[in-house]
């Protein structure tokens, strides 16, 4: 029978130890998470408040702003962009740049020299460029992009900067 006791306190303190163990292994998990955790909601705050800055630069100035990556996707504008365009916040909301480029082309005298400088753009990446663009109504915009790079790796043809003379 003393054998027996002695296997059962020994298997209990064996027991007792791998609990200990275990909980200690789960409060530093949690504490670990708990740390991951606060510093991923100051990077969520960084990050709110850069966005933030951002849309307040975009909207502050008189340019229009269009970004676009180089897949055709619209990812920013300003509403100086659609009010100089006269585009609806329905079509600016769809982010097609495609789309975009056939409407508001229509404004334009010369819309298929306009599409094809686009399409050029598109095809050869060139890192800036610039055209003075004039619509039918007699409005004349300057047109500049400029290739983004985010992380030394090319978004796109990013920038269009329309501006009224």
Known sequence: MAAEDNEEKL???????NARSILRARQRAERELIGVKEALERKTAELVHSLAMTRATLESTTDG???TNATGGVT?????????WRVTAELMETKDHRQLLEITSRQLKEPEKFLTRIQEIYAFSPPETFDLLELADGRLFERFSRIQFIEERDCGPGLELPRYH
């Open 76 to 84: 920013e504008f300003n509403q100086n962009y659609s009010a100089m």
């Open 11 to 17: 298997l209990r303190s064996v027991a007792l130890k």
């Open 65 to 67: 702003i269009l970004v």
